[in-house]
T-cell receptor, first 113, second 113 residues
Framework: GESVGLHLPTLSVQEGDNSIINCAYS??????FIWYKQESGKGPQFIID?????DKRQGQRVTVLLNKTVKHLSLQIAATQPGDSAVYFC????????????FGKGTLLTVNP | GAGVSQSPRYKVAKRGQDVALRCDPI?????LFWYQQALGQGPEFLTY????????KSGLPSDRFFAERPEGSVSTLKIQRTQQEDSAVYLC???????????FGPGTRLTVT
């Protein structure tokens, strides 16, 4: 298969470590943000979302942090597992749209056993 | 129940040929989206349907691209006179309403030679 990592930021971690993936979003009017996970040959899979009236939201092993001042979003994955290896995308609702998403470039996460 | 399905999974077309890509959304999902994903990039919005109505087609790259959803369920993305720059993965997604909990299909990889 092809390598999608050639042009992507990459993060390599050891199994069991915590991972932090960062994203800068573009539109200050966006008020809804989503993280997606995409494995090779598959479509993006929803992980967690957050609205702009929150700074932090936690899910199972994942936490999303939102800093509206600097338009920055991060995804923290606790106790990273080999199955977490994938490309991770942040997405924002374009300028406050109620249907249109703008995706970031993506980060390739590789978990070493 | 079944997720979003797309067919074909892979399509090779000679430059100038017309292609049709099919999307079967999750049953009962009102909203349907098409995205284009170039290698190493995030998905880019092409068009949005609510039931059978195409409410936004602003992301379609040219008038060679056409999408329809005549009965508010299955959708087809048609590309006429394909060009090499059309080579990409075409993703379909559906949701109950708007972009919330958007479920993606596996995509169709189009290669134009």
């Amino acid at each position: 298969g092809e390598s999608v990592g050639l042009h992507l930021p990459t993060l390599s971690v050891q199994e069991g470590d915590n991972s932090i993936i960062n994203c800068a979003y573009s539109n200050s009017a966006s008020d809804y943000f989503i993280w997606y996970k995409q494995e090779s040959g598959k479509g993006p899979q929803f992980i967690i979302d957050i609205r702009s009236n929150m700074d932090k939201r936690q899910g199972q092993r994942v936490t999303v942090l939102l800093n509206k001042t600097v338009k920055h979003l991060s995804l923290q994955i606790a106790a990273t597992q080999p199955g977490d290896s994938a490309v991770y995308f942040c997405a924002e609702n374009s300028g406050g749209s109620n249907y249109k998403l703008t995706f970031g470039k993506g980060t390739l996460l590789t978990v070493n056993p | 129940g079944a997720g979003v399905s797309q067919s074909p999974r892979y399509k090779v077309a000679k430059r100038g040929q017309d292609v049709a890509l099919r999307c079967d959304p999750i049953s009962g999902h009102v909203s349907l989206f098409w995205y284009q994903q170039a290698l190493g990039q995030g998905p880019e919005f092409l068009t949005y349907f609510q039931n059978e109505a195409q409410l936004d087609k602003s992301g379609l790259p040219s008038d060679r691209f056409f999408a329809e959803r005549p009965e508010g369920s299955v959708s087809t993305l048609k590309i006429q006179r394909t060009q090499q720059e059309d080579s990409a993965v075409y993703l379909c997604a559906s949701s109950r309403q708007g972009f919330n909990e958007q479920y993606f299909g596996p995509g169709t990889r189009l290669t134009v030679t």
